[in-house]
């Protein structure tokens, strides 16, 4: 598990968000009321979707904390917000990138193992910015052959 190390530059997004907490993931509630009316959001850039956590501030992956979850589109400007929809900015920052290939079944797994040997063995800490994934044409929901691209935030 050897992540790639990017700098992400600041991006705004549009979208849905939700207050949620890993007891209470509502993350499939959140996607069936954004995907119907993404089409509506302007001044996309490309056809990324994205998955993203903002968490509070001391978030110490404590499974009944709420956090923030987000289903979005990168856009260039923010004219003609659908109503309804918020703006997300994600600052810039190092993230440490790794790919998930799968169907789901084992992403709580994928992100333990993120946590307890990717990020300890690649020397890296993460720093409590928005996590996200990207989620690309590549991505086949609850296939097999899916792949997604998760971003962890890190201190660099």
Not at 33 to 39: D, E
Not at 92 to 120: C, E, K
């Amino acid at each position: 598990m050897h992540p790639q190390i990017v700098h992400f530059q600041e991006s705004t997004f549009v979208g849905i968000s939700r207050s949620i907490s890993l007891i209470d993931y509502q993350v499939s509630e959140l996607w069936q009321s954004f995907m119907p009316r993404c089409y509506e959001i302007q001044n996309t850039v490309g056809s990324d979707l994205y998955n993203v956590q903002v968490y509070p501030e001391n978030y110490n992956f404590d499974p009944a904390v709420v956090f923030q979850k987000w289903a979005v589109k990168a856009v260039t400007s923010i004219e003609n917000l659908p109503e309804g929809m918020q703006v997300l900015t994600i600052p810039a920052g190092h993230y440490a990138v790794f790919t998930y290939r799968g169907d789901g079944s084992n992403i709580a797994d994928f992100y333990r193992a993120i946590y307890s040997q990717g990020l300890p063995q690649a020397g890296l800490c993460w720093e409590n910015r928005p996590q996200f994934e990207v989620l690309t044409e590549k991505y086949k929901k609850n296939s097999p052959e899916s792949e997604e691209l998760v971003y962890i935030p890190i201190q660099y």
